[in-house]
């Protein structure tokens, strides 16, 4: 009795679990469909499930990545509007399948409060991005310098309206399963708003930090799967029984050089290379700059165990291309981690896919659960090794001082640089 009952379980099932289901009536897995058009279906008629599939996703995968060159195209506003598009889609496609596997039980306010939650945090997030790229814009007018004084406020006053909320929507008997939704709506929170709000930090810094990580991360998706379809023998994790150890290297190293190329390519173009500013004369975005180092020309020495082999003794690189792999290595090696997260988070409600958005893909977050811990990284390794004091924004502070607080600060300034020998 006790290994059937083990086995009838999902995995990594615990008793409590099976028992807490059999008083929620148990999850019913979300159903998925062949969502694949109708004319693909047509063409591809004549060919195995198996390559079929593979055209299915070549053609969508490269409808996909044109659509990422128009928006690239259109700008940084129009990137920064769809990476808010992505993130709604995303949190609507995991709340949804909470609410689909407890559907029988209609709990009050439950979709209400998880909108509501979403809408809280990002006025936040989005609150402390606009007072700290736009601080003049909002210094200059009334209504936006009050909202951003007592913006965390507002935000906690928000936060706690919600929270107050879900206390009164308890229901006798239902309290377990609320809890646990309210836990599964923060969680969501935590994976889906932070990581984008991280996305938008991380295309301030100059869109080649959110273009190449991105695209990393996509050629490691396309290479990996490429290498297993073809060679694929060893299987690498349980998780994903589709995943094999020669598409995990073949993908790592093809990533890498394809990481090295392409920052090559973009650095010598100040639009890619200039951090997204807000001019304050035009009212508008500016990526104008003389390029950082990081972003010009320069010459290395070549080790003298592969001067034999290349025949030259220096080449001449970016300092971003010795950057580009080290993101490219984490895309490849640390990246595929969110997909497999993301592989046993289906397998615990036996689910194929977030949703049938894609055809042969999945829905949106089956696109970007590597993304978003991409996108951490990034912005971690941004702030540990690139990221310096910005003067124009402590410029734009400093005047927003009462004029005596101006003269405090530059007398201080004098002298400190008289000290030191400057002055």
Request: glycine content about 6%; hydrophobic content about 45%; charged content about 15%.
């Amino acid at each position: 009795l006790q290994e059937s009952e083990s086995e009838n379980r999902l995995d990594g099932e615990t008793a409590s679990d099976s028992e807490s289901k059999s008083e929620l009536g148990g999850p019913s897995a979300v159903p998925t469909s062949d969502d694949t058009p109708e004319v693909l279906n047509r063409a591809l008629s004549n060919l195995s499930s198996r390559w079929k599939n593979w055209w299915v996703r070549g053609i969508l995968t490269l409808a996909m990545i044109t659509f990422f060159f128009i928006i690239i195209y259109l700008g940084p506003m129009v990137l920064m509007t769809i990476v808010m598009c992505v993130q709604i889609k995303c949190f609507h496609e995991i709340i949804t399948i909470g609410y689909n596997v407890y559907h029988s039980y209609d709990l009050p306010w439950f979709r209400t409060l998880s909108w509501y939650f979403l809408l809280c945090v990002n006025y936040f997030f989005y609150g402390e991005t606009v007072t700290d790229y736009f601080f003049t814009l909002v210094q200059r007018e009334e209504p936006l310098r009050i909202l951003s004084k007592y913006h965390r406020f507002i935000s906690f006053a928000l936060y706690l309206t919600g929270f107050c909320m879900f206390v009164l929507s308890l229901v006798k008997k239902h309290y377990r399963l609320q809890f646990y939704m309210f836990g599964w709506t923060h969680v969501t929170l935590l994976i889906v708003v932070t990581q984008s709000h991280l996305i938008i930090h991380n295309l301030f810094e100059g869109m080649i930090w959110f273009i190449v990580p991105i695209s990393c991360v996509i050629c490691n998706d396309i290479m990996a799967y490429m290498f297993g379809f073809f060679f694929g023998r060893t299987p690498l994790i349980k998780l994903s029984p589709k995943k094999t150890w020669e598409g995990f290297i073949g993908g790592f190293f093809s990533t890498v050089l394809f990481g090295w190329l392409l920052s090559y390519v973009m650095s010598g173009y100040r639009c890619f290379t200039c951090p997204v500013e807000f001019n304050n004369d035009t009212n508008s975005f500016t990526v104008d700059c003389e390029p950082s180092e990081l972003f010009q020309l320069q010459e290395y020495n070549i080790p003298l165990v592969l001067q034999s082999v290349v025949g030259w003794k220096t080449v001449r690189m970016y300092p971003f291309q010795i950057h580009s792999i080290a993101l490219s290595t984490f895309a490849s090696l640390i990246g595929p981690f969110g997909g497999f997260f993301a592989s046993g988070f289906k397998r615990a409600f036996k689910i194929k896919d977030f949703a049938n958005t894609i055809p042969g893909h999945g829905g949106i977050m089956d696109r970007f659960d590597c993304q978003y811990l991409m996108a951490t990284f990034v912005n971690v390794y941004i702030a540990s090794f690139i990221r310096g004091p910005n003067p124009s924004k402590l410029i734009q502070q400093f005047l927003t001082l009462r004029p005596d607080q101006q003269l405090h600060i530059f007398n201080t300034l004098k002298a400190h640089l008289v000290d030191r020998g400057i002055l």
